[in-house]
């Protein structure tokens, strides 16, 4: 499970962290009874308090997306309704589109321009798609 987290971002990193497991549950990328990493797990991977994992596991049980199954682990839970994850999975890509607008809105205010922001984006887009791609194969490998 590929999770970064952008210490500098305003937003808080448990809302980080859920909204990417989030994200990854409702495209598929996590497939339905997937074993999640365990709480303490993934709070050394991401370098966080385990208060922050548990939140982040809560919410999204709540939410109705995983499973938390005492003494055996955190569960992705099959997917409900195609209709519902189509809505849900709507209002992920809705969200990005607006913080990536705030993203440029900033970038143009600090004098970047639209060819500079393009370089940055392709930088990221190809970095962020070897580091999923390695994750993938690490994870692979442990299986």
């Known amino acids: 499970m590929y999770i970064r987290i952008e210490r500098g971002s305003s937003t808080p990193i448990t809302r980080q962290i859920a909204e990417q497991i989030r994200s990854q549950c409702l495209a598929g990328v996590l ?13 050394r991977e ?3 308090n385990v208060n922050t994992i548990v939140r982040v596991y809560e919410r999204l049980a709540s939410e109705g997306l995983l ?10 839970l ?13 209002e992920q890509r809705k969200q990005f589109a607006r913080e990536f607008e705030a993203v440029i809105r900033r970038g143009l205010l600090l004098g970047l321009t639209t060819t500079q922001l393009r370089g940055m984006l392709t930088s990221a887009a190809s970095e962020a798609r070897a580091q ?3 994750q993938t194969q690490v994870e692979r490998n442990d299986e």
């Not at 497939?31 to 709070?43: D, G, H, I, T």
């Not at 499973?67 to 992705?76: A, D, I, S, Y």
């Open 132 to 134: 999923i791609h390695h």
């Open 31 to 43: 497939k339905s009874n997937q074993c999640l990493p365990s709480v303490r797990q993934l709070a």
């Open 78 to 90: 099959p997917r409900s309704a195609a209709s519902q994850d189509a809505n849900r999975l709507d």
């Open 67 to 76: 499973e938390m199954r005492h003494g055996e682990g955190t569960f992705v």
């Open 46 to 48: 991401l370098a966080v």
